[in-house]
């Protein structure tokens, strides 16, 4: 009994499932943003391109490591897709949007609140906070054998998440001072991308904390 619920806890039922129809996704959308930019004559969103397939190889050798669960898997797949769909798509400029970079990251969901581009950095961020905690778990796990999703775990997960969300933003801010034209936005913007994330990373935890808590307590 305690084994099962050690495997059931650290995702090792995941070891056995197929992980090529999220890779496929992925390589499919990745070779379309690598077209569309260079049909477009965007040049400079290759260099996103490059940092995506970086991301991907951690993912990678993180997964090797502790094995993440697919649906973590698939959302952050999910994620660099709505990246790349955010900085190549155009949208009509009648729309709520920037007329300069009529582009799907900058169209405003909800006018003067809400903007393409933050929901995708809450949601990623969110993602990231997750995959943070089933990284942690996995550590956890090896010694102890129970991994319990505790307030101070996740406050270190939500930290981490918020981490990499900075990270994102030092990232945008080289793109800024090595690219001739990027649609990273000022001070504000950077602003508002980082209190999504923090918005995110605090859903995320408190998602963990309520439910794999739970699931540790019913056990």
Excluded at 58 to 78: D, F, I, N, P
Excluded at 91 to 119: A, F, R, S
Aim: with cysteine; proline share 4%.
């Amino acid at each position: 009994m305690k084994q099962q619920k050690v495997q059931s806890i650290s995702g090792k039922s995941d070891q056995n499932q197929p992980i090529w129809p999220v890779v496929c996704f992925t390589a499919l959308y990745i070779l379309a943003a690598v077209v569309g930019a260079l049909v477009n004559g965007n040049r400079e969103f290759l260099v996103y391109v490059a940092i995506m397939l970086l991301l991907i190889g951690l993912v990678w050798k993180m997964h090797r490591m502790v094995v993440l669960s697919s649906a973590a898997l698939w959302c952050l797949s999910v994620w660099g897709c709505a990246h790349m769909a955010g900085g190549l798509l155009t949208v009509p400029v009648h729309w709520p949007v920037n007329v300069e970079t009529p582009v799907l990251y900058n169209l405003w969901l909800i006018p003067g609140w809400l903007k393409y581009d933050q929901l995708v950095h809450a949601y990623g961020f969110g993602i990231t906070t997750w995959v943070c905690w089933q990284g942690v778990r996995s550590v956890i796990l090896k010694h102890t054998g129970h991994a319990a999703p505790t307030l101070g775990l996740m406050i270190l997960v939500g930290a981490a998440g918020m981490g990499f969300g900075a990270l994102n933003e030092v990232i945008e801010f080289g793109a800024t001072l090595l690219l001739p034209e990027t649609n990273v936005g000022g001070y504000v913007n950077t602003s508002l991308d980082m209190v999504a994330n923090l918005i995110g990373a605090m859903v995320a935890a408190m998602l963990i904390w309520c439910f794999e808590g739970r699931t540790n307590v019913d056990k």
